[in-house]
């Protein structure tokens, strides 16, 4: 018989990160990439950082041992309006997210950006991105 123990023996207590990620605004969607070196990247949604609207993707850096300042991705992933909820594909180098920018049909809509397409001329931080399970590459 399978025992179903309770989950806070497999989680610690959450505990807030730095104030360089935390802001007295929101933030939230704090997700982990690895770059074209395997080295930890991070993105988050914020309106507490220099954000170019309401709520923004920002690219966070780590050297393990703290967090750089959260980069704004820019246009076109942010604009003036609530950027949400975004997924990441690193085989394909295609981010989709929700926004409710100028050209939704209705409140926040799914958007597709691909890279070294439509952002290859902007000012945005580009990456390689490589997805991995227990160290290995898949």
């Not at 690219?59 to 990441?88: C, H, R, W």
């Not at 990456?127 to 991995?132: A, K, S, T």
């Amino acid at each position: 018989k399978k025992e179903n123990k309770p989950m806070k023996e497999h989680w610690s207590s959450p505990e807030k990160l730095s104030s360089t990620i935390n802001t007295p605004y929101d933030e939230s969607m704090f997700v982990q990439c690895k770059d074209s070196n395997n080295v930890p990247i991070y993105y988050l949604i914020s309106n507490g950082h220099q954000s170019f609207g309401g709520l923004d993707v920002f690219l966070v850096k780590t050297d393990n041992e703290s967090y750089s300042e959260p980069i704004n991705m820019n246009y076109p992933i942010n604009t003036p309006g609530q950027e949400g909820a975004f997924a990441i594909n690193p085989t394909n180098a295609e981010l989709l997210l929700s926004s409710d920018r100028l050209t939704s049909i209705g409140g926040l809509d799914i958007y597709k950006v691909v890279a070294g397409t439509s952002i290859e001329n902007l000012p945005l931080i580009n990456y390689n991105f490589e997805l991995f399970d227990n160290n290995d590459k898949i």
